[in-house]
């Protein structure tokens, strides 16, 4: 990673410019008819946060990050949760739907979901990358939750803070890995003790 931040030219405005850029800008540098970046690392979400005439596998497509060195890919994503605040027999029915291939392939269909059902159908999905990213997830060995899903907010999901702000540090200075760990264990220790 830090071989990859120290050359300025691999991110688009070089670390100065990446670090005051905003999120739907860093994607649109990527998703544009004459783009400045060759490639985000995001989720599939992406194509449906910016407003964008590219086609899927022609303007634009996905592969899954490498696997480091004898390891497993593994598939990383985000995840939602379904929450029944009474227990009633219709709010377990209305859940037992949602979980089911027919309810799921009802969202399936309009984008931006992926159901981690193996009874959905592939076909289900709206476009090949779609497809490529569900069947990913529905067919895994190994499924983790993205870091920031996992841990608590103060560290994982708070702008200039834990995380956030020590990675963003680290693209300012790439020559302190060893300090960047030590910084990333500190503030989770803090963060994961309350």
Aim: aromatic share 10%; glycine share 10%; hydrophobic share 40%.
């Amino acid at each position: 990673m830090a071989d990859v931040f120290k050359a300025d030219d691999n991110i688009v405005g070089g670390a100065t410019g990446a670090l005051q850029t905003d999120f739907p800008s860093s994607v649109s540098n990527v998703f544009s008819e004459d783009p400045k970046g060759a490639m985000v690392m995001e989720g599939d979400f992406v194509p449906g946060v910016v407003e964008t005439d590219l086609k899927p596998q022609t303007g634009y497509s996905v592969f899954p990050f490498p696997a480091v060195g004898d390891s497993q890919n593994t598939v990383v994503g985000g995840g939602d949760s379904i929450v029944m605040f009474k227990d009633t027999p219709a709010a377990q029915a209305l859940v037992k739907y949602l979980a089911s291939p027919e309810g799921a392939e009802i969202w399936v269909k309009r984008g931006g979901f992926s159901s981690p059902n193996k009874s959905v159908p592939a076909e289900a999905y709206p476009d090949e990358i779609t497809r490529t990213t569900a069947t990913a997830i529905a067919s895994a060995e190994t499924f983790r939750f993205d870091m920031s899903d996992l841990a608590p907010a103060e560290f994982g999901g708070t702008a200039g803070q834990g995380e956030w702000k020590i990675l963003q540090d680290f693209l300012a200075k790439p020559s302190n890995v060893d300090g960047t760990a030590t910084d990333l264990e500190k503030a989770a220790a803090r963060a994961f003790d309350k």
